[in-house]
């Protein structure tokens, strides 16, 4: 596994620390495997690096030390800038070098963990370097992390230089979110559950909410911020990801065509945001000045990297449609937004309302609706709401839960996204990852969102204190419909 871009902190921070712990739980070859760091200024003590990332963020810590002194014989490094064909042509002995020593067969996985601009330039460089190969074995694959694209322009073009030198079977694009256990267990819990299933529909389903909040501003990363803002850093992305996984159809067999076939489907059911609907049914905010636990935290406005004058979006809510037959009718809300009060990723289904009950003298009651939320982090797990009554002489009822929880229930911390994904690749299964179609789908309706901002009628940026909810108008755009955000 070649890793480019490897001086940079994801490598140290979830890359390598994900290799170890497949090592360690021997998920790898104990000798057939290696892992080469590959970025442009010289690293002479690569693995001691690696080492102290392990230390700190593998799954499994402390480092084993007889795991990691047999590990790190596998760990080399390359310097090279990544528009130099020497450096490829030097990293091509190198892999071959390893190939003789450890019997790794010809079989690389190339990881681009570079800023987005030097995709292309990587891409291309491997294909005159000779360095991917068209058959099956051995074989050669790519991970290409996020951001695919920064619009539909960027992601086709972007898709174009990957097939220029790349099958579809040999590309991968990241998403790290796909890799949760909580994630993954969406299709288990819809399609190996009798009792849910019947009811995922319009028929039963008043409405859906998708919630990404982080506690935190943007933490010094204002420039790169203020380049990607909320809605390309997290909802392109990751709750487009939820939102497909949610609403998809069963698919006809659980392989990676056809699982992203439906995804894809979902993309393209999106009801398509006119100027006017981006001025109704999304509203934009960053955050201003304020306090977390008891902390001063400045506005985004004041973060370092971020223009006076600002719009880029640190909040975002919007109220989307798909119209096919499952679900027309059903509103699906997502907001995601950064320096709220808490860090949680959540999926809320909630059920219609029953008619009201009589009971007798109790006269008419009106009980809450059930309401099936998934939380993806932090405390991965399912509950399931619903209303029980109080013990006693009246018919008083109130609503209950029913919790699953993963460490609870199975004693043991899941594996890190990292681990999966990278595993899935090494074994050839695409099915956690984006196909090229997928990405262009969801560019397409998010770049209807930025058209309709760039418009002189825009509504302004709206502006939320730190550690607060979001903007009032979020909350507007939900009562509207007789409805209110969940507080997770």
Known sequence: MVIFGASGDLTKRKLLPALYSLYRDQSLPLHAFAVVGFARRAIP?????????????????????????????GISYVEGAFDDLDAY???????????????????RVFYLSTPPSYYPVILQKL??????????????RVI?????????????????????????????????YLGKETVQNIFVLRFANSLFEPLWNA??????????????GVEGRGGYFEEAGIVRDMVQNHMFQFLTLMAMEPPVRFDADAVRDEKTKVLRALRPFSVEDVARDVV??????GSSMGERKPGYRDEKGVKPDSSTETYVAMKLHI???????????????????????EIAIQFKAPPPLYFGSSGRTTVEPNVLSIRIQPDEGISLKFVSKVPGQSMEVVPVAMEFRYGSSFGAEPPEAYERLILDCMLGDSTLYT??????????????????????????????TFGSWGPDGADQLIARDGREWRRP
């Open 323 to 345: 119209d096919n037959w499952r679900w027309s009718g059903v509103p699906f809300y997502l907001r995601a937004g950064k320096a709220l009060p808490k860090r949680v990723t």
């Open 284 to 289: 934009r905010a960053q955050y201003a000045a």
């Open 89 to 107: 042509k030097r990293l091509d002995e190198h892999l071959k070098q390893i190939d003789r020593a450890r019997g790794t067969q010809g079989n």
């Open 435 to 464: 196909r090229g179609d997928e990405a262009e789908a969801s560019w397409r309706f998010i770049d209807r969102i930025f058209a309709g901002w760039s418009e002189a009628s825009a509504p302004p940026v709206e502006s939320y």
């Open 203 to 216: 028929k039963y389903v008043d409405h859906v909410q998708l919630t990404v909040a982080e506690a935190i």
């Open 144 to 176: 290409i992390e996020k951001p695919f694209g920064r619009d539909l322009e960027s992601a086709r073009a972007l898709n174009r230089t990957a097939a220029s030198v790349l099958r579809e079977d040999q590309t991968y694009r990241i998403d790290h």
């Open 45 to 73: 003590d690569f693995a001691a690096q690696m080492r102290d990332g392990c230390d700190k963020f593998a799954r499994r810590r402390p480092v084993d030390p007889d795991v990691w002194r047999s590990f790190e014989q």
């Open 127 to 140: 294909g005159e370097a000779g360095l991917i190969g068209g058959g099956a074995r051995p074989f050669t």
